[in-house]
């Protein structure tokens, strides 16, 4: 069982009946400035602020959360992919699906609970999801009808599947710091003969790919040394 | 001039005269019933006032045909008007509004431990109000929320009392709280019915609205 705290255990205990909220929270990359920023959504009434991890975080309501499909909880690796239901009608929905570009955007749901008797919180936010939002299309409904933006979720353990070193180029590298020459020499990397301390007949240029003008193929040219050696 | 929105009471409500209102808060909740006899249920959603109302039949074409033109106009997607409820216009013990009219009611103090309590400032000297009377007030802004509850149990002074729907947060004390036709913003549900007109009688129309927020 998920770890709710004490506060709202008791209150599950009692059986009294329960109001459960969802929460999501998506920060996906601002088309114009090119910033991260946040926009949250929850099925309850208007806008609240819900204290998360120890900041604030406005989720706006009324409407723009339509609903989450079953969450599952399952042991192992598998990526699972978790739908959630937006109103296609809502300004801050239009402005996430047109103005971020929430492609692979960070998104986190959490559950929440009050108390149906006082209409007031009990314990914190519980974070019941985390992954990234993997599809996000935008159907147009029939006259009189409704539509509903619904969200394809991945899973956190989608991170394990992310191939590493190959896409760690020394441009890559400077975005993050621009004096970082690190990986400086990473395209490069095997196809140098790197010797240390001892004098080597082989040390000579590295490999260069030749490009015959008449065959349009390149190759490597075996007679020149170097390569992984 | 052109019309803003919320269209105003004077502007709306006070043009149209309506014969059958129905004004109601609903609770969306499931229910399921356990071998053990016991009722366990669970919201799915939160409260909202919902109403409808009806216009008598009339033979002054003119007259109706100006409720159509609101309504067509309220029937737009983002239109909504403010509306209260015609047959609880005043407090129970002042049904013409001579006693609260001139008072100034503020919000006193509510409780963020539970949102069903609050209590008013400035309410005249041994004067009640009583379960069932509306109050409401506004906060917030862009757009600004309008805020309507009903009481559930008799209040006097600055006395805490119980009110429904629950209280959101945003509203804070010191807020004007009207207790004289106090009023909500409203949508218009889609498809209200016009009425057909004959030759001499107009017959009466129906539509109903809901409670938003923004």
């Not at chain 2, 209260?84 to 509510?110: F, M």
């Not at chain 2, 019915?193 to 539509?207: C, D, L, N």
């Amino acid at each position: 069982m998920r770890d709710y705290g004490t506060a709202v255990e008791a209150h599950l205990a009692a059986t009294s009946g329960v109001q459960i909220r969802h929460l999501v929270w998506i920060q996906a990359r601002n088309r114009s400035s090119g910033a991260i920023e946040s926009v949250g959504f929850w099925n309850g009434l208007d806008a609240r602020s819900f204290t998360i991890g120890g900041s604030s975080r406005t989720y706006t309501g009324a409407g723009t959360l339509l609903g989450i499909a079953p969450i599952t909880g399952e042991v192992g690796l598998q990526v699972r992919m978790q739908q959630v239901s937006l109103s296609g009608i809502p300004p801050e929905v239009l402005q996430l699906i047109h103005g971020y570009d929430a492609r692979l955007a960070p998104i986190e749901v959490h559950r929440v609970f009050f108390d149906p008797e006082k209409g007031v919180l009990i314990g914190d936010p519980v974070r019941v999801m985390k992954g990234w939002v993997d599809e996000m299309p935008v159907p147009t409904p029939a006259e009189g009808g409704t539509d509903s933006v619904t969200l394809t979720v991945a899973s956190a353990s989608r991170a394990l599947t992310k191939t590493l070193t190959i896409k760690k180029s020394d441009e890559a590298q400077r975005r993050i710091s621009a004096t970082d020459r690190g990986r400086e020499y990473a395209s490069i990397s095997g196809a140098v003969g790197v010797f240390w301390g001892i004098k080597n007949a082989r040390a000579v240029a590295p490999a260069t790919v030749v490009m015959p003008v008449e065959v349009g193929n390149p190759s490597t040219d075996p007679g020149r040394g170097g390569g992984r050696g | 001039m052109a019309l803003s929105y919320p269209l105003s009471l004077a502007a709306f409500q006070d043009r149209a005269k309506i014969t059958v209102a129905e004004f109601v808060i609903n609770n969306p909740r499931q229910i399921s019933r356990t071998a053990g006899g016991s009722q366990l249920s669970a919201s799915l959603g939160d409260s909202v006032w919902r109403g409808s109302f009806e216009t008598p039949p009339t033979n002054v074409r003119a007259e109706t045909a100006a409720i159509d033109a609101l309504l067509s106009v309220l029937d737009r997607a983002g239109s909504s008007f403010l509306v209260y409820d015609p047959s609880k216009p005043y407090p129970a013990d002042d049904l013409t509004g001579s006693i609260t009219g001139s008072a100034t009611v503020t919000i006193r103090s509510l409780s963020s431990s539970d949102a069903r309590v609050m209590a008013l400032n400035g309410l005249p000297n041994g004067f009640s109000l009583r379960a069932g009377d509306l109050i409401g007030w506004t906060y917030g802004s862009s757009p600004t929320r309008y805020a309507l509850h009903r009481l559930v149990e008799d209040a006097s002074g600055t006395d805490a009392f119980e009110v429904t729907p629950f209280i959101q947060p945003g509203a804070s004390a010191g807020a004007a709280v009207t207790l004289i036709k106090p009023v909500m913003k409203a949508v218009l549900l889609p498809n209200p019915g016009f009425g057909s007109h004959r030759a001499v009688i107009s017959s009466s129309k129906q539509f109903s609205f809901v409670q938003t927020l923004r």
